[in-house]
């Protein structure tokens, strides 16, 4: 089984606008989600995702506001047919305006509301958890 980390980033959060989340379009299968990748030597998950999220989208922690209490975990068989674990995380985008620097993992880059995510990814499990963390957000509020 592979072991997989990443964070769900949102921005605008707490504005007159309504909240959006990241999502990466990947180089390979073209498919969107938000950056994520393997964990290595002994990273622990937010170790992982961190360092993930900087390499595929430029962000670092400066950035970032991680919210404590949010860890999810999605679970699927990947297109070679390997387990797959993922566990996501939740963050948000200090600066609505900062940049997103893509690595040559992903050749595209959108920013969405939970809404209209669907119109990128056709994952039930992702629209569920995307939903989830925006009520986690609400609810600390």
């Given at each position: 089984m592979f072991i997989s980390a990443g964070i769900?980033?949102?921005?605008?959060?707490?504005?007159?606008?309504?909240?959006?989340l990241l999502l990466l379009q990947s180089t390979?299968?073209?498919k969107w989600g938000?950056?994520?990748?393997?964990?290595?030597?002994?990273?622990d998950g937010i170790q992982a995702a961190l360092r993930e999220t900087y390499e595929e989208a430029g962000i670092t922690l400066a950035q970032l506001?991680?919210?404590?209490g949010f860890e999810e975990v999605l679970r699927y068989t990947s297109t070679n047919k390997?387990?797959?674990n993922v566990v996501?995380?939740?963050?948000k985008l200090k600066d609505p305006n900062s940049p997103i620097k893509l690595s040559d993992e992903?050749?595209?880059?959108?920013?969405?509301?939970?809404?209209?995510?669907a119109k990128f990814t056709d994952s039930e499990s992702f629209k569920t958890m995307f939903f989830s963390a925006l009520s986690f957000l609400q609810n600390r509020k």
């Open positions: 769900i980033i949102f921005r605008n959060f707490g504005v007159s606008t309504e909240p959006e390979e299968c073209k938000p950056p994520k990748g393997h964990l290595e030597n002994d990273e506001h991680i919210i404590e390997k387990q797959k996501y995380y939740l963050g992903h050749v595209d880059f959108v920013w969405t509301t939970v809404k209209d995510a």
